[in-house]
Protein backbone atom coordinates (compact mmCIF):
# COMPACT_ATOMS: atom_id res chain seq x y z
CA UNK A 1 0.00 0.00 0.00
CA UNK A 2 1.17 3.48 0.05
CA UNK A 3 2.98 4.91 2.07
CA UNK A 4 2.18 7.89 4.19
CA UNK A 5 4.52 9.67 6.83
CA UNK A 6 4.15 12.51 9.49
CA UNK A 7 6.47 14.18 11.70
CA UNK A 8 7.51 14.77 14.56
CA UNK A 9 6.01 11.48 15.67
CA UNK A 10 5.91 13.54 18.84
CA UNK A 11 6.12 16.41 20.39
CA UNK A 12 6.03 18.63 23.70
CA UNK A 13 6.10 22.46 23.68
CA UNK A 14 5.07 25.35 26.23
CA UNK A 15 1.71 26.55 25.94
CA UNK A 16 1.68 29.70 23.67
CA UNK A 17 4.25 28.44 21.24
CA UNK A 18 3.80 26.98 18.04
CA UNK A 19 3.96 23.84 16.35
CA UNK A 20 3.87 22.54 12.99
CA UNK A 21 3.15 19.05 12.16
CA UNK A 22 4.02 17.73 8.56
CA UNK A 23 2.05 14.95 6.27
CA UNK A 24 4.29 13.60 3.63
CA UNK A 25 2.83 11.30 0.65
CA UNK A 26 5.93 9.38 0.05
CA UNK A 27 5.14 7.11 -3.27
CA UNK A 28 1.98 8.95 -4.86
CA UNK A 29 0.57 11.90 -5.39
CA UNK A 30 -2.23 13.23 -3.39
CA UNK A 31 -4.28 16.02 -3.90
CA UNK A 32 -6.10 15.66 -1.34
CA UNK A 33 -5.43 15.78 2.50
CA UNK A 34 -7.32 15.08 5.48
CA UNK A 35 -6.60 16.31 8.95
CA UNK A 36 -7.91 14.02 12.66
CA UNK A 37 -7.65 14.84 15.66
CA UNK A 38 -7.76 11.87 18.41
CA UNK A 39 -8.46 12.83 21.87
CA UNK A 40 -8.29 9.74 24.41
CA UNK A 41 -10.18 7.01 24.58
CA UNK A 42 -12.09 8.90 21.40
CA UNK A 43 -12.27 8.00 17.54
CA UNK A 44 -11.29 10.18 15.14
CA UNK A 45 -12.63 14.00 14.36
CA UNK A 46 -12.59 15.62 11.37
CA UNK A 47 -10.89 18.63 11.14
CA UNK A 48 -10.09 19.58 7.91
CA UNK A 49 -9.70 18.89 4.11
CA UNK A 50 -6.84 20.53 2.01
CA UNK A 51 -6.66 20.40 -1.23
CA UNK A 52 -3.70 20.98 -3.66
CA UNK A 53 -3.38 24.69 -4.19
CA UNK A 54 -6.64 25.38 -2.35
CA UNK A 55 -7.44 26.98 0.74
CA UNK A 56 -8.88 24.27 3.55
CA UNK A 57 -11.93 23.10 4.25
CA UNK A 58 -12.67 23.23 7.97
CA UNK A 59 -15.44 21.22 9.44
CA UNK A 60 -17.80 23.07 12.11
CA UNK A 61 -15.94 23.79 15.32
CA UNK A 62 -12.29 23.89 13.92
CA UNK A 63 -10.76 27.19 14.33
CA UNK A 64 -9.14 28.36 11.24
CA UNK A 65 -7.21 30.82 12.91
CA UNK A 66 -5.70 28.18 15.24
CA UNK A 67 -5.25 25.08 13.17
CA UNK A 68 -3.16 26.71 9.68
CA UNK A 69 -3.17 24.33 7.20
CA UNK A 70 -0.53 24.83 3.90
CA UNK A 71 -1.11 22.38 1.08
CA UNK A 72 1.26 23.41 -1.04
CA UNK A 73 2.74 20.28 -3.31
CA UNK A 74 1.10 17.56 -4.11
CA UNK A 75 3.21 15.58 -1.63
CA UNK A 76 3.42 17.81 1.62
CA UNK A 77 0.68 19.09 3.80
CA UNK A 78 1.24 20.93 7.05
CA UNK A 79 -0.86 21.58 10.16
CA UNK A 80 0.33 24.50 12.39
CA UNK A 81 -1.43 24.73 15.88
CA UNK A 82 -0.63 28.45 16.61
CA UNK A 83 -0.33 29.40 20.34
CA UNK A 84 -0.71 26.09 21.52
CA UNK A 85 -2.73 25.20 25.17
CA UNK A 86 -2.90 22.35 27.26
CA UNK A 87 -6.69 21.55 25.53
CA UNK A 88 -5.03 20.90 22.71
CA UNK A 89 -2.94 18.09 23.25
CA UNK A 90 -4.07 15.42 21.30
CA UNK A 91 -3.06 12.74 19.12
CA UNK A 92 -3.18 14.54 15.41
CA UNK A 93 -3.39 12.26 12.41
CA UNK A 94 -3.14 13.09 8.37
CA UNK A 95 -4.75 10.61 5.47
CA UNK A 96 -3.91 11.48 2.10
CA UNK A 97 -5.85 10.37 -0.98
CA UNK A 98 -4.94 10.23 -4.70
CA UNK A 99 -6.35 12.34 -7.41
CA UNK A 100 -6.53 9.38 -9.46
CA UNK A 101 -3.67 8.31 -10.36
CA UNK A 102 -3.39 5.71 -7.65
CA UNK A 103 -6.45 3.53 -7.23
CA UNK A 104 -7.51 1.76 -4.11
CA UNK A 105 -10.53 -0.37 -3.77
CA UNK A 106 -13.32 -0.66 -6.45
CA UNK A 107 -12.14 2.68 -7.63
CA UNK A 108 -12.26 4.57 -4.64
CA UNK A 109 -9.90 6.34 -3.81
CA UNK A 110 -8.75 5.06 -0.60
CA UNK A 111 -6.88 7.05 2.30
CA UNK A 112 -3.97 6.42 3.51
CA UNK A 113 -2.87 7.07 7.05
CA UNK A 114 -0.07 8.78 9.02
CA UNK A 115 1.68 7.35 11.81
CA UNK A 116 0.14 10.21 14.09
CA UNK A 117 1.80 12.99 15.88
CA UNK A 118 1.26 13.22 19.56
CA UNK A 119 1.09 16.93 20.83
CA UNK A 120 1.27 17.62 24.51
CA UNK A 121 1.50 21.14 25.41
CA UNK A 122 2.69 21.92 28.79
CA UNK B 1 -24.68 15.69 11.34
CA UNK B 2 -23.92 12.31 10.01
CA UNK B 3 -23.34 9.81 12.99
CA UNK B 4 -21.85 6.64 13.43
CA UNK B 5 -22.06 4.82 16.41
CA UNK B 6 -20.32 1.59 17.80
CA UNK B 7 -21.14 -1.19 20.25
CA UNK B 8 -19.92 -2.05 22.57
CA UNK B 9 -17.53 0.40 23.62
CA UNK B 10 -15.20 -2.34 24.75
CA UNK B 11 -14.95 -6.06 25.33
CA UNK B 12 -12.93 -8.41 26.82
CA UNK B 13 -12.71 -11.95 25.63
CA UNK B 14 -10.60 -15.34 25.98
CA UNK B 15 -8.59 -16.25 23.05
CA UNK B 16 -10.27 -18.60 20.97
CA UNK B 17 -13.41 -16.86 21.67
CA UNK B 18 -15.65 -15.17 18.30
CA UNK B 19 -16.52 -11.26 18.58
CA UNK B 20 -19.43 -9.72 16.81
CA UNK B 21 -18.73 -5.74 16.67
CA UNK B 22 -21.69 -3.79 16.02
CA UNK B 23 -21.53 -0.15 13.94
CA UNK B 24 -24.97 2.00 12.73
CA UNK B 25 -24.74 5.05 10.87
CA UNK B 26 -27.22 7.59 10.20
CA UNK B 27 -25.66 9.82 6.94
CA UNK B 28 -26.52 11.82 4.32
CA UNK B 29 -25.29 10.80 0.83
CA UNK B 30 -24.09 7.35 2.15
CA UNK B 31 -21.20 5.70 -0.41
CA UNK B 32 -20.07 2.80 1.85
CA UNK B 33 -18.87 1.68 5.29
CA UNK B 34 -15.81 0.86 6.08
CA UNK B 35 -13.83 -0.84 8.92
CA UNK B 36 -10.53 0.10 10.54
CA UNK B 37 -8.06 -1.78 13.19
CA UNK B 38 -6.10 0.95 15.31
CA UNK B 39 -3.36 -0.79 17.30
CA UNK B 40 -0.80 1.77 18.97
CA UNK B 41 -0.54 4.58 15.55
CA UNK B 42 -2.84 5.18 12.82
CA UNK B 43 -5.65 3.00 11.60
CA UNK B 44 -5.27 0.13 9.51
CA UNK B 45 -7.55 -0.59 6.81
CA UNK B 46 -9.39 -3.79 7.06
CA UNK B 47 -12.81 -3.82 4.53
CA UNK B 48 -14.67 -1.19 2.82
CA UNK B 49 -18.98 -2.44 2.48
CA UNK B 50 -20.87 -0.88 -0.45
CA UNK B 51 -23.37 -3.52 -1.49
CA UNK B 52 -25.84 -4.96 1.37
CA UNK B 53 -26.06 -8.50 2.11
CA UNK B 54 -22.54 -8.59 0.41
CA UNK B 55 -20.12 -10.73 3.05
CA UNK B 56 -16.01 -9.49 2.79
CA UNK B 57 -13.78 -12.22 4.58
CA UNK B 58 -10.32 -11.84 5.29
CA UNK B 59 -8.77 -14.79 7.34
CA UNK B 60 -10.56 -14.96 10.82
CA UNK B 61 -12.25 -11.89 9.94
CA UNK B 62 -15.53 -11.16 8.26
CA UNK B 63 -18.31 -8.11 7.64
CA UNK B 64 -21.60 -7.61 6.30
CA UNK B 65 -23.97 -4.30 5.61
CA UNK B 66 -27.27 -4.02 6.10
CA UNK B 67 -28.36 -1.09 4.27
CA UNK B 68 -31.97 -1.03 5.17
CA UNK B 69 -31.34 -1.06 8.68
CA UNK B 70 -28.32 1.32 8.23
CA UNK B 71 -26.07 -1.59 10.21
CA UNK B 72 -22.81 -3.22 9.87
CA UNK B 73 -20.98 -6.08 11.89
CA UNK B 74 -17.67 -6.89 12.34
CA UNK B 75 -17.02 -10.44 13.15
CA UNK B 76 -13.35 -12.24 14.74
CA UNK B 77 -13.63 -16.18 14.92
CA UNK B 78 -11.08 -17.96 17.25
CA UNK B 79 -9.63 -14.86 18.79
CA UNK B 80 -5.86 -14.08 18.92
CA UNK B 81 -4.25 -11.82 21.58
CA UNK B 82 -2.48 -9.76 18.53
CA UNK B 83 -6.31 -9.09 17.80
CA UNK B 84 -6.61 -6.54 20.62
CA UNK B 85 -6.90 -3.18 19.41
CA UNK B 86 -9.55 -0.64 18.84
CA UNK B 87 -11.79 -1.26 15.99
CA UNK B 88 -13.21 1.94 13.82
CA UNK B 89 -15.95 1.79 11.61
CA UNK B 90 -16.38 5.29 9.01
CA UNK B 91 -19.01 6.12 6.97
CA UNK B 92 -17.78 7.34 3.75
CA UNK B 93 -19.81 9.81 2.02
CA UNK B 94 -20.22 10.44 -1.87
CA UNK B 95 -19.40 13.81 -3.56
CA UNK B 96 -16.03 15.00 -4.17
CA UNK B 97 -15.04 15.48 -0.75
CA UNK B 98 -15.19 12.10 -0.03
CA UNK B 99 -15.36 12.61 3.94
CA UNK B 100 -14.42 9.53 6.26
CA UNK B 101 -17.08 10.07 9.37
CA UNK B 102 -15.59 7.86 12.01
CA UNK B 103 -17.54 5.92 15.13
CA UNK B 104 -16.79 5.83 18.49
CA UNK B 105 -14.82 2.81 18.20
CA UNK B 106 -14.91 -0.70 19.88
CA UNK B 107 -11.88 -1.66 22.34
CA UNK B 108 -11.19 -4.97 22.32
CA UNK B 109 -9.21 -7.33 24.40
CA UNK B 110 -8.52 -10.83 24.20
CA UNK B 111 -7.07 -12.38 26.57
CA UNK B 112 -4.80 -15.72 27.25
Known amino acids: GAVVSQHPSWVICKSGTSVKIECRSLDFQATTMFWYRQFPKQSLMLMAT?????????EQGVEKDKFLINHASLTLSTLTVTSAHPEDSSFYIC??????????????????FGPGTRLTVL | EDKVVQSPLSLVVHEGDTVTLNCSYEVTNFRSLLWYKQEKKAPTFLFMLTSSGIEKKSGRLSSILDKKELFSILNITATQTGDSAIYLCASLNTGTASKLTFGTGTRLQVTL
Open chain 1, 50 to 58: SNEGSKATY
Open chain 1, 95 to 112: SARSGGGRQGISSYNEQF
